[in-house]
């Protein structure tokens, strides 16, 4: 069986109402990191360390193809009205390609959010674990990962229902997970095996089994830190079993990603705005650019889709790569060198 957790504290069965300002201008963050020699030093330190149970260590996860430079030239384009931007990065990195000194721009480092205990960390779980603790943030937040573009004009009512509350984004069927009675290794990361476990874990916090769920998709995703911080101590409160570690620190704690991680962006706090909040999905579109062998996607590229995502670039695609985006995109964004 996997791990499982035990709450000391009441779920809430009624929904949370907190006040939403529709009309007000709400920030954008990012979170973005530079595969540099540094990095790769200190984080093979960390892996040599914590490898006795094949943890998670992807390269892709960490290679840069200037995605954020085109990202932040299609909110100029798509999306102008915003607040400002917090773009979150590891103590010491900084885009070689952007000002630093850009009026609506603010570097987050990652030691002003998270706890020096937890640092330095190589898992974006962990590090999303910490966003809603951005100093001055708004209450609601546009999460961007860097690889995602807008391809349309959006404005913030595209985020929000007819009740000015988050809508949850999904672009797929609901997928139904088998129940989970197989042992998983909380030690080792498996997307799918990941996925299952937070499936588990929400069926056991809720007390229901639902016939389906969604898997949350790599698009913009509208929060709010008041929920936010209910989650957060929500998770504050739920013990793994037969230990004193909580589910949010045992989270926050992992240097690198696990199978028993909170998928808090991913997939849970999705849910949770749903059951607690009244938060409604809603139906979008994103083009996905994934592997070396989609030159066809690039080349004929499906434009009537909302946002698009560069998952994986791929060596064999750079220059194709490199010359689509700056067609998208030819004009520099304000925050460019």
Known sequence: MPVIVVCGIILLTSLIKFTIDKNKKIDI?????????DFQKEKKIWYEQENNKKLSDEIIRYIDNEELRYSLRSIEKYFPNYNTIYLVVKDGQFPKYL?????RLK???HSDIIPKEYLPTFNSMAIE???HHIPGLTRNYIYFNDDVLLLHPTNTDYFLDKDNKPVN??????????K????IDPNVYKYVDGFFFNNYLLDRLYNTEEQGRYQISHVPKIFNKDYDYYIENMFKNCYVENTNTNMFDAT?????????NLFLVAFVKNYIYNYCFGCEFKNTSCLYIENDNDNNKLQNLNTNKRFMCIQSVGKNNKERYFGLMNNLFPNKSSFEI
Do not use: G, Q
């Open 180 to 183: 989970l009675d197989k042992e």
């Open 129 to 131: 674990c910490f966003l």
């Open 169 to 178: 984004l999904v672009c797929t069927t609901k997928y139904k997970f088998n």
């Open 29 to 37: 963050v990012y979170t973005w990191v530079e595969s540099n020699e």
């Open 99 to 103: 000002k630093n000194n850009h009026p």
């Open 107 to 109: 570097v987050i480092k």
């Open 252 to 260: 926050a704690m992992s240097k690198f990603r696990k199978n028993t």
